[in-house]
């Protein structure tokens, strides 16, 4: 096995991705959800607006597991997937799953990532995954934002305050 160190420091100085080199989802795709409260549109959580509330972003108008269904008009090539989850108001334990397909029988699960919210604590998820995906047709994100799926306890409805993809 071969490895070596990351220099940490090179990493630091590394730049952030500039807002402008984002893939324009509003004009390169279709997307497909199952459920949407009017107050937060998919809109809010996949297009940046100068004019954003402080949080946007969206919210299932239902509880119980949600799609996210991204249709591109044309295959594109995917480098980095960036996602905020933020829920400062009950503790909770949600899993979400990407996707990606690049064909009819393509269909692969990219990432899956679990994790638990505290309102005294981690009331907020950011993930930042680099990828090398090309040809990619759709992209479906599926969250399940209560884990514990226990009936005696608030139900809980899913929400993204943003993705980005490049």
């Excluded at 990828?131 to 209560?146: H, K, M």
């Amino acid at each position: 096995m071969r490895k070596s160190l990351i220099d940490q420091e090179a990493v630091a100085k590394c730049p952030p991705v500039p807002q402008d080199s984002w893939l324009d989802l509003d004009a390169l795709a279709t997307v497909h959800i199952t459920s949407e409260d009017s107050l937060f549109p998919i809109e809010d959580a996949l297009i940046d607006k100068p004019d954003a509330k402080p949080w946007s972003g969206w919210r299932a108008a239902r509880t119980g597991p949600q799609i996210v269904l991204i249709k591109f008009d044309h295959p594109v090539s995917l480098r980095r997937i960036h996602l905020r989850i933020v829920e400062a108001a009950s503790p909770r334990s949600q899993e979400f799953a990407i996707f990606a397909s690049s064909g009819e029988n393509d269909h692969r699960e990219i990432i899956r990532q679990q994790f638990s919210f505290s309102p005294e604590g981690a009331s907020e998820e950011v993930e930042d995954y680099t990828v090398s995906l090309a040809g990619i047709t759709a992209l479906e994100l599926r969250i399940d934002p209560d884990r514990a799926h226990d009936p005696t306890q608030s139900q809980h409805c899913a929400s993204l305050q943003s993705l980005r993809l490049a």
